[in-house]
């Protein structure tokens, strides 16, 4: 039982290239998510998906596109990067905690991404 | 404009105290209330969440909330060096058909042995 997975794990980009960013989980969740991570910014959600075949827009959203794969995976795009996407990249999955209407995130291990 | 506000630190305290991290909220409608752990170039992982009025102990760990106030703490007893992270609060506004987490900036703990 992995968890969830990230791929790469760390990455360089020019301005203006494209990239594709992974994540997978095995947990059988249904929502998972995408943050950035950025020094004194505390996290930030960029997208989400609440179950498959859906995806809404968080609170950072340009400049990023997203697609819910399958149950298992959701992958964020950058498609023409900017020096201002260098960060760290988290996606994370939920389930409904056992016993409480209330939902637990756990989150991959992360993809730090510097764009020059 | 949700916000979730925490002092950055960075908090020192010595080994075997105990250490307590703040956090408050603007959005009253917030019902649950999570404490996650990050050592640096980690990711986040989660100690313990909470969301009636009062105390939720587990282990060293003991998470308050108090939603009148619109403030949860956590504190940790027996304080050890391999508690030196950064705490991030974290409120969910649930009913909404998904589960979004807003985080606070997150304390720094320096446990000093």
């Known amino acids: 039982n992995a968890g969830v997975t990230q791929t790469p794990k760390f990455q360089v980009l020019k301005t203006g290239q494209s990239m594709t960013l992974q994540c997978a989980q095995d947990?059988?969740?249904?929502?998972m998510y995408w943050y950035r991570q950025d020094p004194g910014m505390g996290l930030r959600l960029i997208y989400y998906?609440?179950?498959?075949?859906?995806?809404d827009k968080g609170e950072v959203p340009n400049g990023y596109n997203v697609s819910r794969l399958n149950k298992r995976e959701f992958s964020l795009r950058l498609e023409s990067a900017a020096p201002s996407q260098t960060s760290v990249y988290f996606c994370?999955?939920?389930?409904?905690?056992?016993?409480?209407?209330?939902?637990?995130?756990?989150f991959g291990p992360g993809t730090r991404l510097t764009v020059l | 404009q949700k916000e979730v506000e925490q002092n950055s630190g960075p908090l020192s305290v010595p080994e075997g105290a105990i250490a307590s991290l703040n956090c408050t909220y603007s959005?009253?409608?917030?019902?649950?209330f999570f404490w996650y752990r990050q050592y640096s170039g980690k990711s986040p992982e989660l100690i313990m969440f909470?969301?009636?009025?009062g105390d939720k102990e587990d282990g060293r760990f003991t998470a308050q909330l108090n939603k009148a106030s619109q403030y949860v703490s956590l504190l940790i007893r027996d304080s050890q060096p391999s508690d030196s992270a950064t705490y991030l609060c974290?409120?969910?506004?649930?009913?909404?058909?998904?589960?979004?987490?807003?985080f606070g900036k997150g304390t720094k703990l320096s446990v000093i042995p």
């Open positions: 994370a999955s939920s389930e409904p905690y056992r016993g409480s209407s209330t939902d637990t995130q756990y």
């Open positions: 947990m059988n969740h249904n929502s």
């Open positions: 998906s609440a179950s498959e075949g859906t995806t």
């Open positions: 959005d009253r409608g917030s019902q649950s």
């Open positions: 909470i969301y009636s009025n």
């Open positions: 974290a409120v969910m506004l649930s009913g909404a058909g998904s589960y979004q987490l807003t």
